[in-house]
């Protein structure tokens, strides 16, 4: 594909329920990034993969939330026992090779828990 | 860490007029300032972005400018169409140990009238 994918779109949990958020970056990309976005907000900062190494995971809220990317490639962000503070979008964005370069984002996974 | 302030959180105006989006940013060791662009439901689009290395960019009828000096760094939008209707977000990076992890402001909510 030409862009960075996510999947499911939309997603309702209930409260308590695990989650799993997929992001296929652009392909070749060394840097992946997870942001969470609450209604009316800008993205937050999650996380942050170079390629298969998690090199920063100051954003995550707690420990219920985890992301992998065990092949380099895509990612996964799940959610443990879904909190209805953890309704938002959770964008991924890939890029080349990070630093000063365009991060390009995935049209995110709108997560509602009720 | 990097704090990013955007103002103003709604802007309308009229086609054919000038919009201007201001921020202002923390660390001075930030040296990467992208601008992106949110349709309701879309993903963030990069629509233009500057280095700490100029003082002006422009693109069409999309400009921006960085005053390093007072950390601070604006958009201007001129002959404003409809289609120019949405969330606007600046962000700030360093590329260096941050990795390219971007600190979004607020966002402006612009809409333009025809």
């Known amino acids: 594909g030409a862009g960075v994918s996510q999947s499911p779109r939309y997603k309702v949990a209930k409260r308590g329920q695990d989650v799993a958020l997929r992001c296929d970056p652009i392909?070749?990309?060394?840097?992946l990034f997870w942001y969470q976005q609450a209604l009316g907000q800008g993205p937050e900062f999650l996380t942050y993969f170079q390629n298969e190494a998690q090199l920063d995971k100051s954003g995550l809220p707690s420990d219920r939330f985890f992301a992998e990317r065990p092949e380099g490639s895509v990612s996964t962000l799940k959610i443990q026992r879904t909190q209805q503070e953890d309704s938002a979008v959770y964008l991924c964005?890939?890029?080349?090779?990070?630093?000063?370069?365009?991060?390009?984002f995935g049209q995110g996974t709108r997560l509602t828990v009720v | 860490g990097e704090n990013v302030e955007q103002h103003p959180s709604t802007l309308s105006v009229q086609e054919g007029d000038s919009a201007v989006i201001k921020c202002t940013y923390s660390?001075?060791?930030?040296?990467?300032f992208p601008w992106y662009k949110q349709e309701l439901g879309k993903r963030p689009q990069l629509i233009i972005d500057?280095?700490?290395?100029?003082g002006e960019k422009k693109d069409q009828r999309i400009a921006v400018t960085l005053n390093k000096t007072a950390k601070h760094f604006s958009l201007h939008i001129t002959e404003t169409q409809p289609e120019d209707s949405a969330v606007y977000f600046c962000a700030a990076s360093s590329g260096g140990t941050s990795y390219g992890k971007l600190t979004f402001g607020q966002g402006t909510i612009l809409t333009v009238h025809p």
């Open positions: 964005a890939s890029s080349l090779q990070g630093g000063a370069t365009e991060a390009f």
């Open positions: 660390d001075s060791a930030s040296n990467y």
């Open positions: 500057i280095r700490s290395n100029v």
């Open positions: 392909s070749g990309h060394v840097s």
